[in-house]
């Protein structure tokens, strides 16, 4: 079976991004959106002609409130196990998260409160604390790697086709993502550790990927994303 990448919505104008992968063994949820996104993502997981408990796996690139807020929801939904880094279980489970703005926007958002917000806390079913997690134990398809830098328990899915879901390990467009500029990589309005994430983007490139399927924005491309890398190991 092909695999595909469907983008979900959670907000338009590709602000921000969750994606549903149907390949082999059965669809992947990446990322759940803000809380109460599950109206949002219905309607894709219909067009792609499934039901809610078709799905296999939910993962949580990270435990931000846009990415992982809405999971306890969707794994009611769904009955499919959570997955995400260990590294991340204190964002998934309430604890406030470390917001290092890259910029003006991150500031004035960070000062909303928003992100701060707390969330239905989502326990992980599937604990991952390796830096590898290969899909194939579930009978799924793709890779799960421990690409730490915007937090230190992000994760990206990596998929045989060299497409990558990287969460917000980079960012394109202005403001949120999406609106303009949107092939141009951008930092994410929060990173913990831009040297690390370099590091992590670099990593990804290092096995082949092509396409990388972003949180905020994108797609970027190869090159964009090795450009990027560079600009964040000169900061
Ligand atoms: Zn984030
Ligand atoms: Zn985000």
Known sequence: MQTTIKTIPILPFGMLNAFLVTGAGGPILVDSGLPGSAPAIGPVVKAA?????????????????????AAAQLRALTGAPVLYHAAETGYCMGEKPVLRPTRLFGRLFRMTGAIERPFPPVSADIPMDGNIFDLKTLGLEGTVLHTPGHTPGSVSLLLPSGDVLAGDLAASGILLGGIALRGRPERPPFEEDPRL?????????SKGTTRFHLGHGGPLGAQAIARHANRLKQL
């Open 49 to 69: 002609g499934l039901e809610w408990n078709d799905i296999k796996l939910i993962v949580l690139t990270h435990g931000h409130i846009d990415h992982a807020g």
């Open 197 to 205: 994430a370099a590091r992590s983007l670099e990593e990804l490139l």
